[in-house]
């Protein structure tokens, strides 16, 4: 046999003998009926184990492509030719040979536990259905008609929003920028998606801080890009990591989430937020500006946006009413240079056919009326309540075994708690008691890190919520 697994694929050696096998199968190699090389021969001939071989046999086994039985061989199931119409997919392999990777498993599972049972949700990042202005939205829908052309829109969304969204930035964040320099996108999450498909190819370098949301998605990693880290401080990032790293790898692209950033709840400082632009303007590096949570700062002060001092167009700046309005409206935004934002545009097209247009009008309705003011004011109120009842409770029941700093504004608290204990064990432990958050492991490389969000909970289930933690804290240790 020429053919031999290859040893350096990431595909198991048994998964890569039996697809091997499959194809012979249905090129005639093997027939019908016909009796396969012994486990013990075709493990010599491949040079792997017997067990290799087992599995493989078992997997062809489980999809009915051939037939064990004991004593007499495996051999090549007889129904396969007459009926091949009725062979069914080997639906398990479609499922994990995909290039687009699936979620890690205990984000699957977090999400899995936070839909199917009664928890305190201190892991999904995003509002209180509370503090959705639900009336408002009602005042909107009930005073205004909808009268929008229901065909598909503009490639990059709804020309009114835009220029919502032009006059919103300019007030709270200092940017100036015009609607056609904008793409509506489904939320931030797409607006990320979107850079790495079309911006990056497999093996570019791109540089991301650890922790943060970024580290726990896998679209970087089906991308095929290559990640690296840039660790977070009190004043987030430092650019001189930037700086040395760009040196070894020639990093490609930066993301950044600077303001109350997603999990440590760290604003980068202004002086860093300075030496990172003029490091980008020296290397040409594009900035990816991810800033969800710059408007839900406790004490309504707004850090100067990257985007607002990039004078030569090196930043593509995202942002969301995720987390300042509702997540299910899945609003976000680009800014960036035209000819980027038309890249995106056509891929967006291809994706989806642009945005549905109900999101964007009551989107621009609400963002362009009087209610966005007043909402944001009562946004940052409660937020900061949650945010004290939340540190107060861990201090009051575990101040000796979590630390933490107390965050200016957004919606997580990132904990640190002694790193011997395991994480999965804590996480099993508190979901049985009816609490949930997020192991720190799913948004950065070192150990021993929790991250609670307080955006979602009410206050009571918060301390509620910290209490059951606290026991099952005391027990493990
Ligand atoms: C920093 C950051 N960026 C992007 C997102 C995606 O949010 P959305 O797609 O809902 O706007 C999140 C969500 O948690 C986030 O924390």
Redesign the pocket.
Same mark, same amino acid.
């Given at each position: 046999m020429e053919w031999k697994p290859d040893r350096n694929s990431k595909k198991s050696i048994y998964k890569q003998i039996a697809e091997y096998i499959e194809q012979g199968i249905s090129s005639g190699l093997f027939p019908a009926d016909s009796l396969l090389p012994s486990e013990r021969k075709l493990a010599q001939e491949l040079d792997v184990n017997r067990s290799t071989i087992i599995a493989a046999y078992e997997e062809l086994r489980s999809i009915g492509i051939v037939e064990r039985r004991k004593g007499s061989g495996t051999r090549v199931s007889t129904d396969i030719w007459g009926i091949s119409h009725k062979r069914i997919p080997n639906w398990g392999r479609y499922v994990e040979d995909g290039s687009f990777l699936p979620n890690l498993p205990l984000v699957q599972q977090i999400r899995s536990e936070v839909q199917n049972r009664e928890l305190i949700n201190l892991a999904s990042?995003?509002l209180s259905p509370h503090l959705i202005p639900n009336d408002q939205f009602q005042n909107i829908l009930s005073s205004q008609p909808f009268i929008e052309n229901l065909g598909y829109d503009h490639p990059q969304g709804n020309e009114l929003l835009r220029e919502t969204i032009t006059s919103h930035v300019k007030q709270f964040k200092n940017i100036e920028t015009d609607a056609s320099s904008i793409l509506i996108?489904?939320? %931030? *999450? *797409? %607006?990320?998606h979107l850079i790495v498909e079309c911006l990056l190819k497999p093996g570019d370098a791109v540089a991301i801080e650890d922790p943060?949301?970024?580290y726990s998605l896998p679209v970087f990693q089906s991308a095929g890009l290559r990640t690296f880290l840039l660790p977070v401080d009190k004043h987030g990032i430092n650019p001189d990591d930037l700086l040395s790293l760009h040196k070894k790898h020639r990093i490609r692209m930066v993301f950044l989430?600077p303001d109350h *950033?997603?999990?440590t709840g760290t604003v980068l400082h202004p002086a860093r937020r300075k030496r990172i632009l003029e490091l980008s303007f020296e290397l040409g590096i594009p900035i990816v500006e991810?800033?969800?949570?710059s408007l839900v700062s406790y004490n309504g002060e707004v850090n100067p946006t990257l985007k607002s001092m990039d004078y030569n167009g090196n930043v593509l700046y995202? !942002?969301?009413? !995720?987390?300042i309005v509702a997540?299910g409206l899945?609003?976000?935004w680009i800014i960036g240079p035209k000819q980027v934002i038309q890249r995106l545009a056509d891929a967006k097209q291809q994706v989806d056919f642009g945005h549905s247009i109900f999101p964007q009008w009551i989107a621009n309705k609400f963002l362009g009326s009087e209610y966005f003011a007043a909402h944001i004011d009562k946004i940052r109120a409660e937020l900061e309540l949650r945010n004290h009842v939340i540190t107060s409770s861990l201090k009051e029941c575990i101040g000796d075994k979590v630390k933490f700093s107390i965050p200016s504004g957004g919606i997580?608290l990132w904990c640190k708690i002694d790193p011997s204990i395991n994480e999965y064990d804590i996480l099993n432990k508190s979901m049985e008691k009816g609490v949930v958050f997020v192991p720190g492991s799913i948004l950065g490389s070192q150990k021993g890190n929790i991250r609670f969000t307080f955006g979602r909970a009410e206050p009571d289930d918060i301390q509620k919520g910290i209490l059951r933690f606290a026991e099952v804290l005391e027990h493990l240790q």
């Open positions: 990042g995003e996108t489904s939320g %931030a *999450q *797409q %607006a990320l943060s949301y970024c989430n *950033q997603n999990p991810d800033d969800p949570y995202i !942002s969301s009413l !995720s987390k997540s899945r609003i976000g997580h």
